[in-house]
């Protein structure tokens, strides 16, 4: 308990240093997941590979907001900013300029895989610390669940603009859209077999995603398992009133 209080009173000292309020988990954790959803749909509205560099900024937006929640240290915070605004800087004047090319493509693209690779790393490392079977930990498994599909997404985006080969030869074109509608068949290996990568490198990643989605359903049902015992130990553990 008391390494609780002072973890908790460590995270506002932080949040004050920045100037920043306190967000609360269920409602920061809502926001995540609309902001997945919309830039899932921009991403998914792509008919070609290149990714959409609205969908960027709204997954850099994510990151502050996961960043927030899950109390990240100061420093790697700070290097995270500079981070991601130098990326969403480059973004926009990217955009602005209407600058287009595969080169830049690809940068986006890996920057948007990096972005969706420590969000989910940070949401599963605060929410193991916890204890409790409550909403936020059913969002927090949700989102966390949402950025690992979206992540191997942008895996497969990334091999097919370093490509000469399509992703999935002549099955179906090889568009984000595609890719994320695979991505997440293959997560919760549904596997409709309408697409099928061709290559070795994207017969890889879909193993290593297939295996993923499976570990990480079987850790977060044990994660809402866990916190359920603990709210039944707490509470046959309290001591009862006794009436005179």
């Known amino acids: ?3 609780t209080r002072r973890s908790s009173s460590a995270a506002r ?3 004050s240093r920045w100037g920043i309020g306190e967000i609360d988990g269920v409602a920061g954790y809502a926001l995540v997941i609309v902001l997945l959803v919309a830039s899932y749909a921009l991403s998914a509205a792509q008919r070609t590979p290149d990714p959409s560099p609205l ?5 850099l937006v994510t990151v502050a907001v996961v960043f927030r929640i899950t109390d990240v240290r100061t420093a790697v915070q700070r290097a995270s900013w500079v981070i991601l605004a130098v990326s969403a800087a480059v973004t926009i004047a990217a955009s602005l300029l209407g600058a287009k090319g595969q080169v830049l493509d690809i940068l986006l693209s890996a920057a948007t895989l990096l972005a969706l690779l420590v969000s989910p790393t940070a949401i599963i490392g605060h929410q193991v610390k916890r204890r409790g079977l409550n909403l936020e930990a059913l969002l927090a ?3 966390a669940y949402v950025l690992v599909g979206l992540f191997f997404a942008f895996a497969f985006n990334l091999l097919a603009l ?3 080969a399509p992703l999935f030869g002549d099955a179906g074109e090889d ?3 595609n890719q994320l509608f695979f991505s997440f068949t293959t997560l919760t290996t549904t596997g409709y077999g309408n697409l099928v990568p061709v290559g070795a490198n994207g017969q890889a990643i879909a193993v290593i995603e297939a295996i993923t989605g499976q570990l990480f359903l079987i850790t977060a049902v044990a994660r809402i398992m866990r916190g359920a015992s603990g709210m039944r130990t707490a509470d046959q553990s309290a001591p009862t009133k006794e009436t005179p």
Do not use: D, K
């Open 1 to 3: 308990m008391t390494t």
């Open 13 to 15: 000292a932080r949040r």
């Open 55 to 59: 969908a960027f900024l709204i997954i």
């Open 141 to 143: 498994t949700i989102a």
């Open 162 to 164: 370093v490509s000469q």
């Open 175 to 177: 568009s984000l859209a």
